[in-house]
T-cell receptor
Framework: KNQVEQSPQSLIILEGKNCTLQCNYTVSPFSNLRWYKQDTGRGPVSLTIMTFSENTKSNGRYTATLDADTKQSSLHITASQLSDSASYICVVSAAKSSASKIIFGSGTRLSIRP | DAGVTQSPTHLIKTRGQQVTLRCSPKSGHDTVSWYQQALGQGPQFIFQYYEEEERQRGNFPDRFSGHQFPNYSSELNVNALLLGDSALYLC?????????????FGPGTRLTVT
């Protein structure tokens, strides 16, 4: 069964600190993995997209890693800011041509405290 | 360049009623996907429209139907509303409906069923 599991479910850190969010997947065959940031009550916004051959991709203070062998990905946030408070969703696509094969994780709720 | 837009922003309906949600895709996109996101959960795929036809469908009952217009905009209709239909409904647009790479999400419509 295609699944995407994220951990932790929620996380609270102090402003300025770093954190790492985890994503494990069993989606097969793998096409790509995407991290989204979703503010409360808003639509998700894409942070990074990674294909099978990519190990690391950065977007400002966000750095995503992918280990296709262990089927794990992480999102590292550096020097957190209050505006980073949001849900972070890991999305894995099983096939490029099938919308029904896009599997969403339940997200990690990140709260940044001043 | 306008992104994905959705209307209305919020909606309150009574059980048994019918509702129509609207979505305009990002400029240059021709494919629209609809998702249902319950509070604290990841989005669940409802269906996808391309060339005015439903191309793929997730595990949702026939009470959920849709339509795509020649200008690529789309509607999501839900009949005989249930309390469990309360959720954030997200529209995502992409080009040619073949990949999640270029899937952009709208801000969502918050539906509350009482």
């Amino acid at each position: 069964k295609n699944q995407v599991e994220q951990s932790p479910q929620s996380l609270i850190i102090l402003e300025g600190k770093n954190c790492t969010l985890q994503c494990n997947y069993t989606v097969s065959p793998f096409s790509n993995l995407r991290w989204y940031k979703q503010d409360t009550g808003r639509g998700p916004v894409s942070l990074t997209i990674m294909t099978f051959s990519e190990n690391t991709k950065s977007n400002g203070r966000y750095t995503a890693t992918l280990d296709a062998d262990t089927k794990q990905s992480s999102l590292h946030i550096t020097a957190s800011q209050l505006s980073d408070s949001a849900s972070y969703i890991c999305v894995v696509s099983a096939a490029k041509s099938s919308a029904s094969k896009i599997i969403f994780g339940s997200g990690t709720r990140l709260s940044i405290r001043p | 360049d306008a992104g994905v837009t959705q209307s209305p922003t919020h909606l309150i309906k009574t059980r048994g009623q019918q509702v129509t949600l609207r979505c305009s895709p990002k400029s240059g996109h021709d494919t629209v996907s609809w998702y249902q996101q319950a509070l604290g959960q990841g989005p669940q795929f409802i269906f996808q429209y391309y060339e005015e036809e439903e191309r793929q469908r997730g595990n949702f009952p026939d009470r959920f139907s849709g339509h795509q217009f020649p200008n690529y905009s789309s509607e999501l209709n839900v009949n005989a509303l249930l309390l469990g239909d309360s959720a954030l409904y997200l529209c995502a647009s992409s080009r040619r409906g073949t990949t999640s790479y270029e899937q952009y999400f709208g801000p969502g419509t918050r539906l509350t069923v009482t």
